[in-house]
């Protein structure tokens, strides 16, 4: 039986949302408006979160939209995103998951992207767990923590004001 250790409580991950809120505003505060497209899961919720966030501390217009992804095969189902392609044009896109373990989901998700003229792209993840596989990496981070290959972390949003993250 595996060790559950709670390395952030629903109050760490709000610091860390606020922070996270801050920094993309300080790096984009130029723009009229972007888009936080939040990965399928944990990945939303962490940027349903970081959009009220904005909102409250800036006059930006954001958009929201949800990549759907086949995180353990993410090659073989084609990933699709509920925001028109249009809406991606000249526009700067902040992708956000709540954890990085080895990078390829967040790579796949990147790939939506990749043939599309955007104005910037930019990743916000809750916790990186610096065991990336694939060229990826975390422009805004809450939390680096650097774990053994069999340690995992697990983002747990199933209950309000209850969040936490623990690690196993």
Not at 42 to 56: D, I
Not at 57 to 75: D, R, V, Y
Not at 161 to 166: F, L, N
């Amino acid at each position: 039986m595996s060790i559950k250790v709670k390395i952030l409580s629903t109050i760490q991950i709000q610091q860390k949302l606020n922070r996270l809120a801050y920094e993309v505003y300080e790096n984009n505060f130029t723009e009229k408006e972007i888009l936080i497209v939040g990965i399928d899961g944990n990945g939303y919720k962490v940027a349903v979160e970081l959009t009220k966030k904005l909102k409250e501390i800036s006059n930006l217009k954001i958009n929201l939209g949800k990549i759907k992804i086949n995180k353990e095969q993410p090659w073989q189902n084609n990933s699709v995103i509920d925001i028109d392609e249009k809406a991606f044009v000249n526009k700067t896109i902040i992708l956000v998951d709540d954890v990085l373990n080895s990078g390829k989901t967040l790579m796949y998700a990147v790939k939506l992207f990749l043939d599309k003229p955007l104005k910037k792209l930019s990743t916000v993840i809750l916790v990186d767990r610096s065991h990336t596989n694939f060229p990826v990496k975390a422009d805004f981070v809450g939390l680096r923590l650097s774990t053994t290959l069999q340690e995992h972390i697990e983002a747990d949003f199933s209950k309000k004001d209850k969040e936490a993250v623990y690690l196993t």
